[in-house]
């Protein structure tokens, strides 16, 4: 059976499938419920990968075979690429913590959305602080856009399927 036979018979097409290239970055500075409505525009998001890291147990008497035990898990660091901003709340809160180490855990969620731009998958990203900044290099030969690169730490993330 093709993946088009298995979408017919589930009443689905292709055109059903969210693309991964429409999304919004939403971000809730200091845990509040209201949104940070400037900062929501990224070309790139990467690190919402997470793994259970387990710990073997060898049973006693048997030499064929072993137990992985979970143990925790660990999340990656959440990545957010765009063009230089002026004027950001997320760009003022970055700064206060690379400058004083004062941070005020937030939240953020990230929402693929449809062609009419309504969230139909999201990832909510619990107690969020900023990790990295980094700027693109400055290079007089080149015409490009200056990229900032912004990496939050969180505790864990929630997959919510719409």
Not at 14 to 21: L, Q
Not at 39 to 64: A, H, Q, W, Y
Request: with cysteine; aromatic share 8%; net charge negative.
């Amino acid at each position: 059976m093709s993946l088009y036979d298995l979408l017919e018979k589930t009443n689905l097409s292709i055109t059903d499938t969210p693309v991964r290239f429409n999304f919004a970055v939403i971000l809730f500075p200091g845990g509040t419920p209201v949104p940070n409505p400037i900062d929501i525009r990224f070309s790139k998001v990467s690190g919402m990968n997470c793994s259970i890291e387990t710990e073997p147990l060898e049973e006693g008497g048997e030499n064929l075979a072993r137990h992985l035990l979970p143990k925790r898990v660990n999340y990656e660091t959440l990545k957010l690429e765009r063009g230089m901003v002026i004027g950001s709340l997320l760009n003022l809160e970055f700064s206060l913590a690379m400058t004083t180490l004062e941070m005020v855990p937030g939240n953020a969620m990230v929402c693929v959305l449809n062609d009419l731009g309504i969230p139909v998958s999201s990832w909510l990203f619990l107690k969020t602080y900023p990790l990295k900044w980094s700027v693109s290099d400055l290079d007089a030969n080149q015409n490009d856009l200056m990229i900032d690169t912004m990496e939050l730490a969180y505790e864990k993330f929630i997959p919510l399927r719409l």
